[in-house]
């Protein structure tokens, strides 16, 4: 079945980086545009990034453009979101999505606090 299984979260200060990865399997991932949500405490889940199933476009959140970057490697079935600049407001838990799929993994926690 489709897993998606969200890694690389973790304490991060104001503009600091880190690499979110989603591991894919259950699906045949170079077929599908991907997808990067968020979950803020409170608040309701928010689109951040996509990018199709070959990786030549990608689009963003406003309030990420410039400072996040989705990436995807086709043969090892591995969506990224590299996320620079980070700012208190990108705390919330981050998930991974494929198109078509109503399935989410855990989702990764990143906290960006001083």
């Known amino acids: 079945q489709v897993q998606l299984v969200e890694s690389g979260g973790g304490l991060v200060q104001p503009g600091g980086s880190l690499r979110l990865s989603c591991a894919a399997s259950?699906?045949?991932?170079?077929?599908?545009?991907m997808t990067w949500y968020r979950q803020a405490p409170g608040k309701e889940r928010e689109w951040v990034a996509s990018i199709v199933s070959t990786g030549s476009n990608t689009n963003y959140l406003d309030s990420v453009k410039g400072r996040f970057t989705i990436s995807r490697d086709n043969a090892k079935a591995t969506l990224y979101l590299q996320m620079n600049n980070l700012k208190p407001e990108d705390t919330a838990v981050y998930y991974c999505?494929?198109?078509?799929?109503?399935?989410w993994g855990q989702g990764t926690q990143v906290t960006v606090s001083s």
């Open positions: 259950g699906f045949i991932f170079g077929q599908r545009p």
């Open positions: 999505n494929a198109w078509g799929y109503d399935v």
